[in-house]
C-alpha cells in the first residue's frame, strides 16, 4: 500500500512562489492500476516524481507499507527505489550508445550485479517483451514503440513492486499505443504490480482500475472524470 499524507511542493521562481503540489492527500491499494490525469501544470509528474523518490517533497509524508520513504537518505532511499520502483518514462530515456540488452541491464548492474547476473533477466523481459531478436540493437535502430518496450523491460528487470509510467503512450501512434497498454495489462496481470500512470490519453486512463483528476496541484475528486469512462 502507498499512502500519501499532506503532500506539498513549492518552487521558487524570482519573487514567485509557485504551489506545484497542495495538501496532496492519496491511498493506493497494492495490486491496483491508477491512472492520473489533468492538464500541463496540474502536478502530475511532480507528484509521480515524488512517489517514486527522485524528488522530495516541500512537506507532508509518502509511505510504503507503512514506511516513510523520506525518512530515507541519501544511498538507503537510492537503493530502496531502485529495489521497489521501476520508471517508464515518455521520452524512454534509453542511452542512445547502448543495445537494448545493455539498456535493460542497467538497473541490475546499479544495484551491484555482475554482467552475467544481470544479463540473463534482462534477456529474458526483452524476450517477454517482443525483442527477443532485437537484443543487439541501439535504441536508433529501433522504432518508437519497440524503445518504450526496452524501458519497460529495463523497468521489471529488478523485479519491482511498483511501476510508475509517465505518458507512456504519449509519443506513440494510436495502433502502437494499444500495443503497449497491452503489454502493460499484460505485465501487470503476471506480477501483481501497483501501477500509476500520468497520462492525457483518455482511453488509457479509462482503461485503469482507477482515475486520479488533478488541477492546480491538487486532487479535485477520485473515480471518473468528464470524457473518461473507467473500464477496468
Known amino acids: 500500500m502507498i499512502e500519501v499524507t499532506d503532500l506539498n511542493k513549492s518552487y521558487?521562481?524570482?519573487?514567485?512562489?509557485?504551489?506545484?503540489l497542495q495538501d496532496v492527500n492519496l491511498t493506493i491499494s497494492a495490486g491496483e492500476r491508477i491512472a492520473v490525469v489533468g492538464a500541463s501544470g496540474?502536478?502530475?509528474t511532480t507528484l509521480m516524481h515524488i512517489l517514486g523518490g527522485l524528488d522530495r517533497p516541500g512537506s507532508g509524508s509518502v509511505r510504503y507499507d507503512g514506511r516513510d520513504i523520506f525518512a530515507l537518505k541519501g544511498e538507503a532511499l537510492d537503493t530502496f527505489r531502485n529495489r521497489t520502483i521501476g520508471?517508464?518514462?515518455?521520452?524512454?530515456?534509453?542511452?542512445?550508445?547502448f543495445s537494448a540488452l545493455e539498456n535493460t541491464m542497467f538497473p541490475a548492474l546499479i544495484a551491484g550485479r555482475s554482467f552475467r547476473e544481470a544479463a540473463e533477466p534482462a534477456r529474458r523481459l526483452l524476450e517477454?517483451?517482443?525483442?527477443?531478436a532485437r537484443l543487439t540493437h541501439k535504441p536508433g535502430e529501433l522504432s518508437g514503440g519497440e524503445q518504450q518496450r526496452v524501458a519497460i523491460a529495463r523497468a521489471l528487470v529488478m523485479e519491482p513492486q511498483v511501476l510508475?509510467?509517465?505518458?507512456?503512450?504519449?509519443?506513440?501512434?494510436?495502433g502502437t499505443s494499444d500495443e503497449i497498454y497491452h503489454l502493460l495489462r499484460e505485465v501487470h496481470a503476471a506480477?501483481?504490480?501497483?501501477?500509476?500512470?500520468v497520462t492525457h490519453s483518455a482511453v488509457l486512463a479509462g482503461r485503469m482500475d482507477r482515475v486520479i483528476p488533478m488541477a492546480d496541484g491538487r486532487i479535485v475528486s477520485h473515480g471518473a472524470v468528464p470524457g473518461i469512462e473507467v473500464a477496468g
Open 128 to 132: 517477454e517483451v517482443g525483442l527477443g
Open 191 to 197: 506480477r501483481g504490480l501497483t501501477m500509476i500512470i
Open 42 to 44: 496540474a502536478g502530475k
Open 164 to 174: 510508475l509510467a509517465d505518458e507512456p503512450t504519449g509519443n506513440l501512434d494510436s
Open 12 to 20: 521558487v521562481s524570482g519573487p514567485r512562489r509557485v504551489d506545484v
Open 87 to 97: 520508471f517508464v518514462f515518455q521520452f524512454h530515456q534509453l542511452l542512445p550508445e
